[in-house]
């Protein structure tokens, strides 16, 4: 039938990695919940498969070569603990939202990022359900010349916030993010019907 709790945990960051619609229908509940989309384009806070779908391209937007490699998983049937580490190469805009506007874009640095996150699944009818996360931002923003500010990277997103680029690249990633959580395959789609 379904997969085992490790077989989700794995599918579900599968699926962060590639953007894999049917996948997401076998791996996700049609009540998910991220609590982690405050950040995110409004799109990745859609429940089901279609949020997870959003979240994907958001983050493929910003971070080529996207990996989740999984150093542990603990749980139970009800739940699933996950660490992991977060890597890629920053080759397109990250953008964060606070109340589904634009809070700040960080131009494209050709930086890797590597650092390490604990996820926390829910899981009901062997699916997963919810997902909150404990992340390593500071380092991450680090890596990025985020914080402390390195000079040329915060001169490039005042530069991008006074052209109205960060705009844009918000805009765009929206857009993005909406049209990937559209593409989601609902129970009995078959491909190649959308």
Known sequence: MGMDTTGLAHGLFRILETGDAALAAEVVGEDFHNREAA???????????AGVLASSAWMRSA??????????IAGNDEQVWVRLRMQGRHTGPFVRFRDD???????????EIDFEQIHVLDLRD?????????????TMLGQLGVFP?????????????????????????????AEAAAGARQPGDHAGSR
């Open 63 to 72: 971070f080529s070569d996207l990996r989740f490699p999984v150093l542990g």
């Open 39 to 49: 950040v995110a384009p409004a799109a990745c806070s859609i429940p089901g498969p």
């Open 149 to 177: 500010p390195a000079p040329p990277t915060a001169l490039r997103m005042i530069g991008w916030k006074v052209t109205g680029r960060a705009a844009r690249a918000a805009a765009d990633i929206t857009a993005r993010a």
């Open 126 to 138: 062997g699916k997963v359900v919810g997902h909150e996360a404990v992340r390593d931002d500071i």
């Open 101 to 111: 506007a634009l809070d700040q874009a960080i131009p494209p640095t050709g930086r």
